[in-house]
């Protein structure tokens, strides 16, 4: 298969599974489409032969955890407009291919994954493990210390280092790591779990925090502070007659990843109080007749009937 033809194929779109969909998730969709899409089930269904064909071809790829390493680097390459189908063995852009796929010729990479590659020595097999990260290290980056188990019960010591802003899911890779071969070892894949934060949560490269305000807090207006997963806290604005769920942004808060640097989405949540006794009943009440006249609920029973 050309190149170009197996970069533009999107092989999780074929099998209906998402781009992070675990080896176990894959392998279950592919076994029941192959059920239902069988030549022997299907015979003289030309349109269904070529599905079976296509899910067949993606699964190739997908079970192989390496296979599909080299298949996702290289389809985000393309999808970034980095990559053009080699031609003399040179022509690319947007990086190295020796330094993605771990040497070789350019034009050897795509016909490798189908099993056309050159024939030789193989490198040893990769290995694949799975390890968990606070919310914290996953914001800022961290060094893993892992100790794996090899051949006839050995262990050996991997120190991994985990990028500022990797998402729940993503996966590192460690070159060399892997079983030995003769050519070499293979590569080692870590998937990384992240824990979820007590008060912080994530959306895109934003940092997202829910933030308890008072009554009097919201109806009169107020600068509070809020914490921050580095540095000091900052001070937000409540602007007077704040409801609950109103979003207030605080620039350069988020997360960093690269050139790009996301914010901090403070969403307010107005706390009523449980019990109110003595003056604060008396105001309260006195609040209440005052405003009684406004009613809040006016456009229910005209917006119920839309």
């Known amino acids: ?36 899409l069988h030549p022997d089930k299907t015979k003289g269904d030309a349109a269904k032969e070529e599905k079976f064909k296509a899910i067949s071809e993606a699964y190739e790829i997908l079970s192989d955890v390496k296979k599909r390493a080299e298949y996702d680097e290289a389809r985000s390459l393309f999808e970034r407009g980095g990559f053009r189908a080699p031609t003399g063995g040179q022509n690319f852009q947007g990086g190295d291919f020796s330094d993605l796929f771990g040497g070789g010729n350019p034009q050897d990479i795509f016909s490798n994954l189908f099993g056309g590659g050159r024939r030789g020595p193989r490198k040893g097999q990769d290995l694949q493990t799975e390890a968990t990260i606070t919310f914290r290290e996953s914001i800022f980056g961290t060094n893993l210390d892992l100790r794996l188990g090899i051949d006839r019960g050995q262990t050996q010591n991997i120190t991994a280092r985990v990028p500022a802003g990797v998402n729940d899911g993503a996966k590192i890779r460690v070159k060399g790591k892997g079983a030995a071969g003769e050519a070499g070892p293979g590569d080692l894949f870590i998937q990384l779990h992240v824990k979820p934060h007590p008060i912080f949560s994530r959306k895109g490269e934003n940092l997202t925090i829910t933030l308890p305000i008072t009554f009097a807090e919201a109806t009169l207006g107020a600068d509070v502070k809020v914490p921050v997963l580095s540095g000091d806290e900052v001070t937000v604005r409540i602007a007077p007659g704040t409801p609950t769920g109103r979003t207030l942004r605080v620039k350069g808060r988020g997360v960093t990843k690269g050139a790009i640097t996301g914010d901090l989405l403070v969403t307010v949540e107005v706390q009523v109080p449980q019990r109110i006794d003595g003056k604060a009943l008396e105001a309260l009440k006195t609040f209440a007749a005052e405003t009684s006249q406004e009613d809040v609920r006016a456009d229910l029973a005209n917006k119920a009937k839309i």
């Open 1 to 36: 298969m050309a190149a170009k033809d197996l970069y533009e194929k999107d092989f999780y779109k074929t099998l209906g599974v998402d781009k992070k969909a675990a080896q176990d998730e894959i392998k279950k969709k592919y076994r029941a489409l192959a059920r239902e």
